[in-house]
């Protein structure tokens, strides 16, 4: 079965530093990953995505996210974070052989960038 | 471009109502249609997807069903609410033959009282 674990409810950072939020995975064959974040009260809004090729992957805002098969991990990082990236960050993984495109998320980690 | 619409975003019913909430998508066809409920702002929950008219996978048991009675329609139902089916419900639709992932509406924030 597929499934997706965000091991941290909330990460906090200084504006200007570093962030990474961490996603593991579990599934059977080749996985395509995603990460989605969402403010209150709306819709998961795509980030970026894994389907195949290079190991890091650049999405939108800033962010970027590496795959690491050894250690079935699509950490989502960006090398300075801004106030307004606080929001609540989904990782979420689709079994790449099946064409149901069934898309199992994490439990979300809330992202605190304070000034 | 492709857009989905749901509706309402809120929404008060009392237990034991019914519930109807609708779903759309503009601008694809045959996409893969899902209803997600995500509790207490927390993670998603899968609970029906569906790969065409008229077919539905039921991922949890529950007090709810789904429908798709068109190709770019999908209907979240229940007969009977209950004080647990509360939340913040979201469909998504996703392109059944691309490696991608899915695409969501602004979600419905559901209480029952």
């Known amino acids: 079965a597929q499934s997706v674990a965000q091991p941290e409810d909330q990460v906090n950072v200084a504006e200007g530093n570093p962030l990474t939020v961490k996603c593991t995975y579990s599934?059977?064959?080749?996985?395509?990953l995603f990460w989605y974040v969402q403010y209150p009260n709306r819709g998961l809004q795509f980030l970026l995505k894994?389907?195949?090729?290079?190991?890091l992957v650049k999405g939108s805002y800033g962010f970027e996210a590496e795959f690491n098969k050894s250690q079935t991990s699509f950490h989502l990082k960006k090398p300075s974070a801004l106030v307004s990236d606080s929001a609540l960050y989904f990782c979420?993984?689709?079994?790449?052989?099946?064409?149901?495109?069934?898309?199992?998320f994490g439990q979300g980690t809330t992202l605190q960038v304070k000034p | 471009s492709q857009t989905i619409h749901q509706w309402p975003a809120t929404l008060v019913q009392p237990v034991g109502s019914p519930l109807s909430l609708e779903c759309t998508v503009e601008?694809?066809?045959?996409?893969?249609l899902y209803w997600y409920r995500q509790a207490a702002g927390r993670g998603l929950q899968l609970l029906f997807y569906?790969?065409?008219?008229?077919?539905i996978s039921s991922e949890v048991p529950q007090n709810l069903s789904a429908s798709r009675p068109q190709d770019r329609q999908f209907i979240l139902s229940s007969k009977k609410l209950l004080l647990s089916d509360s939340g913040f419900y979201l469909c998504?639709?996703?392109?059944?033959?691309?490696?991608?992932?899915?695409?969501f509406g602004q979600g419905t924030r559901l209480t029952v009282v």
């Open positions: 998504a639709w996703s392109v059944r033959e691309l490696p991608n992932g899915a695409f």
């Open positions: 599934v059977s064959g080749n996985p395509y």
């Open positions: 894994y389907i195949t090729g290079d190991n």
């Open positions: 979420a993984v689709r079994r790449g052989s099946s064409n149901t495109g069934k898309l199992i």
């Open positions: 601008g694809t066809s045959n996409p893969n």
């Open positions: 569906s790969v065409g008219i008229g077919q």
